[in-house]
């Protein structure tokens, strides 16, 4: 069984910073998780999953979305099956629901060839 917890959503005022994280279990999962290409997509209501972050199994040749490039890091460690996001200089465009997936294979920028899914943590920016 493959589960993703995202955690660390909150309010914050714009300009602030919140660090997100996702944590994966599930026997197999974990046992392979430094396989998996993952990252952090994020939907407002009403609006499409969006793309915002993503990092290969190494760690190296991060991938962001334009509206986050310069504020926002993604990083893992996969001795701990954790994938992060910190967000920095925070807008309240940013506000969304903010989710951790999961694929094997290269990085992707849309949802669909991402296998696993968290259940989402709500980030709020107040202007």
């Known amino acids: 069984q493959v589960q993703l917890v995202e955690s660390g959503g909150g309010l914050v005022q714009a300009g602030g910073s919140l660090r997100l994280s996702c944590a994966a279990s599930?026997?197999?999962?974990?046992?392979?998780?430094?396989?998996?290409?993952m990252a952090w997509f994020r939907q407002a209501p009403g609006k499409e999953r969006e793309f915002v972050a993503a990092?290969?199994?190494?760690?190296?040749?991060?991938n962001y979305a334009d509206s986050v490039k310069g504020r926002f890091t993604i990083a893992r460690d996969n001795a701990v099956n954790m994938v992060y996001l910190q967000m920095n200089r925070l807008k309240p465009e940013d506000t969304s629901m903010y989710y951790c997936a999961a694929r094997l294979g290269a990085m992707a920028t849309m949802p669909f060839p991402y296998n696993y899914w968290g259940q989402g943590t709500q980030v709020t920016v107040s202007s």
């Open positions: 599930g026997r197999t999962f974990v046992r392979t998780f430094s396989r998996y290409t």
């Open positions: 990092i290969p199994w190494d760690g190296g040749n991060t």
